[in-house]
């Protein structure tokens, strides 16, 4: 029996194009056991998106190569299986909903079909059969008459209506591993609460783990039991949801959490978000990929890349300065501060 559900360890996804290399993905390690939530937090082009491609096998190659580490599911090598038996998990025990409904539903066919089709292939179903389990996949995710809506278009759909197909889609072999590729972007707040809510029923249903790739740390505070803080293709901060909003030990996950609007604070004024913008990932110098926006960096900072540590009780960082005396947040004049 293996230990955890999901073991990812040490991933490393390159991309090399003529421009150079991009470290698109650069040594990712975490654990995820069956029934837990896994938020993947971090800014655009962080390796969020990419690091779950390269688990599900969807990343092109070339231009894409795994340069090192391995991901483990109940204990096998998923890198290492060949592409037939990595379709049969994909999808079947190993699901993703995509970042946008409209372009990863096929516009030409009927919802039906597409609910239908991995039934088919991975459950061997009839086609008789996996109809009428489309019509209770969509039921089940709140759209309402199924039994007409089921022969309806991708485009005949609202937004949140799309995104509960996707959900039903990706739900149909009933996975032990769902991975949400922000699910609730472009949705209104009140479609958002309904999908996360969903999503949280049928977890408690059943008992699948979930990896939930956000930008919203409103969405992480919520649902994940764990967090994973990435930057520039690298992890920064991991630890329980606890650990990670309340005793941040990273730099840039201070510069995270001072950028929420704080509700219980009245006075007006300037949010205070994290100065500058990402690195370019293309070749990449060896340093702290986040030393040129940190208000804390020093020489050492500009020299070396930063392993993660133990900080505390499964909870990780990669600082250089985490232990100096004296070495702690500063509060600085617009943090915090309500719009």
């Not at 179903?125 to 089940?140: F, G, I, Q, T």
């Amino acid at each position: 029996m293996a230990e955890h559900l999901l073991e990812v360890d040490d991933l490393r996804m390159h991309f090399h194009t003529r421009d150079g290399v991009v470290k698109a993905v650069d040594g990712v390690t975490y654990t995820l056991d069956a029934g837990e939530t896994l938020g993947v937090v971090g800014e655009s082009g962080s390796g969020k998106s990419v690091h779950a491609l390269t688990m599900m096998g969807l990343v092109p190659m070339p231009p894409g190569r795994i340069e090192g580490g391995d991901v483990r599911f109940k204990g096998r090598s998923l890198l290492a299986l060949p592409d037939e038996e990595r379709r049969r998990i994909r999808g079947n025990e190993i699901a993703m909903i995509f970042q946008d409904p409209m372009t990863s539903l096929n516009p030409v066919y009927r919802v039906g079909r597409q609910l239908a089709e991995p039934l088919m292939i991975h459950k061997g179903m009839s086609k008789k059969d996996a109809w009428a389990r489309a019509v209770e996949l969509l039921r089940l995710v709140g759209i309402p008459h199924p039994e007409s809506r089921v022969r309806d278009y991708p485009h005949q759909f609202s937004g949140g209506m799309r995104q509960r197909v996707m959900i039903a889609m990706a739900l149909a072999c009933d996975p032990d591993i769902l991975i949400a590729d922000e699910p609730t972007t472009a949705l209104d707040v009140t479609i958002q609460a309904q999908i996360m809510e969903l999503m949280q029923e049928l977890q408690q249903r059943t008992n699948s783990a979930i990896i939930m790739i956000t930008h919203d740390l409103g969405v992480v505070a919520d649902m994940a039991d764990r967090v994973l803080v990435m930057y520039a293709g690298r992890p920064v901060e991991y630890g329980s949801t606890d650990e990670v909003f309340y005793r941040p030990k990273h730099p840039y996950t201070w510069g995270l959490m001072d950028s929420i609007p704080r509700h219980d604070v009245t006075t007006k004024g300037e949010l205070c978000p994290i100065k500058g913008q990402p690195p370019s990932l293309i070749d990449a110098p060896e340093r702290c990929s986040f030393a040129p926006r940190c208000p804390y960096a020093t020489t050492v900072c500009l020299e070396s890349v930063p392993v993660l540590r133990t900080v505390g009780e499964g909870h990780l960082a990669s600082c250089h300065r985490i232990g100096e005396e004296g070495f702690s947040r500063i509060e600085l004049p617009c943090a915090g501060v309500g719009a």
